[in-house]
């Protein structure tokens, strides 16, 4: 490598890349695992947003992929979007926003190197084997120099991982945290076995939930492959829409991206049905990755007891175990899952901020920040519905 240079290109579209390219860059392991361990960066998630329309023209996703080449070859890209809101990120800077405009600056537009819609952590900076450091670099010196160039605010990196986050951080980025709730396994047989590690409190609510979930007056269908068939999209897309009009107003995904990723990535979907009487109720959309299971889309056309907890929270667990996948990672927000077995975990971001004033006063924002994150996870940890000691479980 030594005198050549890093090439950076920005594309409008993955057509403008080869698949192979894109996935030797975003899922090196696939073919000895069988999936990847993040199915959210390949080339056929984010092509399926791209060509239903969820990100593109109006949607204020606009794809702007970048893409590193050493001596011609793809060595590293990332999915960067020019961003004109804040919608779709999860990781909140509506304030930075609001205190940015009130001060007479410009926020929007401003680059994001994201998976729209989805707040599960993982690579972001997608690099191929052997080229870590120089794509990495390369990545996060052509996105800062890109948005300097542009006269852009900001560039965000949302749900990296940690490493990421502290190599981001040594070369000037600047390192937030947040926190999630996973569920992890601690090689459990099955699903008894998890309930034997919890407080004896937490098991019988936890029994009494699931009691309660699965006398609704029908069966909860787990569906992966070919046992997913077209009909159970449109169903699916009929909750999708009423959760999305509740929580967003308008839903982030077209009905088209759901017809995608059924022709792509079924065996990486896993698809919780609830039917009575014959008809969808209520469903539950997972993905499957190479040791994670990510739970990402709720909805119900009719309210039942507890049916949420046992689609989204009981049977990821259940099917988690019996898969040997190591943890259940169950979207953004919610404390409610800390008592159904879901532990604090920290999520990662990195920010690089172009006026230096305000880099420095959100830099000291996200220091106190995290501290207080920290404190959080601690506290929280604390509170977790596992069992502590042998005299708990004489009570």
Request: overall charge negative; hydrophobic content about 35%; proline content about 5%.
């Amino acid at each position: 490598m030594t005198g050549q240079t890093v090439e950076i290109q920005l594309l409008a579209s993955l057509d403008q890349v080869d698949p192979v390219d894109w996935d030797a860059c975003a899922c090196p392991g696939t073919t000895q695992t069988g999936r990847a361990t993040d199915p959210f960066t390949t080339y056929r998630f984010l092509k399926a947003l791209e060509d239903s329309g969820s990100v593109g023209p109006g949607t204020g996703w606009q794809p702007q992929y970048l893409i590193a080449r050493l001596g011609g070859q793809v060595i590293a890209c990332a999915p960067l979007y020019a961003k004109s809101h804040s919608q779709g990120e999860y990781i909140f800077d509506h304030n930075w926003a609001q205190a940015y405009e009130r001060a007479g600056g410009r926020y929007y537009p401003k680059l994001q190197i994201a998976v729209p819609f989805t707040p599960a952590t993982g690579r972001r900076f997608l690099t191929r084997p052997g080229f870590d450091a120089v794509g990495m670099s390369a990545l996060i010196q052509g996105a800062v120099q890109i948005g300097s160039d542009s006269g852009l605010s900001s560039l965000h990196v949302t749900f990296c991982t940690e490493a990421e986050a502290l190599a981001g951080a040594q070369m000037g980025l600047m390192h937030r945290t947040s926190q999630q709730f996973h569920w992890f396994n601690q090689d459990y047989t099955d699903f008894d076995d998890f309930l034997a590690s919890l407080s004896s409190r937490k098991r019988k609510t936890i029994r009494k939930e699931r009691r309660t979930a699965n006398a609704f007056g029908g069966d909860i269908r787990m569906l992966t492959g070919d046992d997913i068939q077209p009909h159970h999209w449109q169903a699916f897309w009929n909750f999708y829409q009423d959760t999305g009009s509740r929580k967003w107003g308008t839903p982030y995904l077209t009905r088209p991206f759901f017809d995608l990723i059924h022709e792509t990535m079924r065996d990486d979907i896993l698809l919780m049905i609830a039917e009575r009487n014959g008809q969808p109720v209520a469903g539950a959309l997972n993905f499957i990755g190479s040791d994670t299971l990510f739970g990402r889309y709720w909805g119900c056309i009719e309210d039942h007891p507890c049916l949420h907890f046992e689609a989204c929270y009981y049977r990821a667990i259940e099917f988690a175990i019996d898969t040997g996948l190591q943890r259940v990672e169950a979207g953004a927000q919610g404390e409610h899952k800390l008592a159904r077995g879901y532990l604090p975990a920290t999520t990662h971001s990195l920010h690089w901020i172009a006026d230096p004033g305000f880099a420095e006063a959100v830099g000291q924002y996200l220091q106190a920040e995290r501290a207080a994150v920290a404190e959080d996870i601690e506290i929280l940890t604390a509170y977790g519905p596992f069992r502590k000691t042998q005299a708990e479980e004489q009570e």
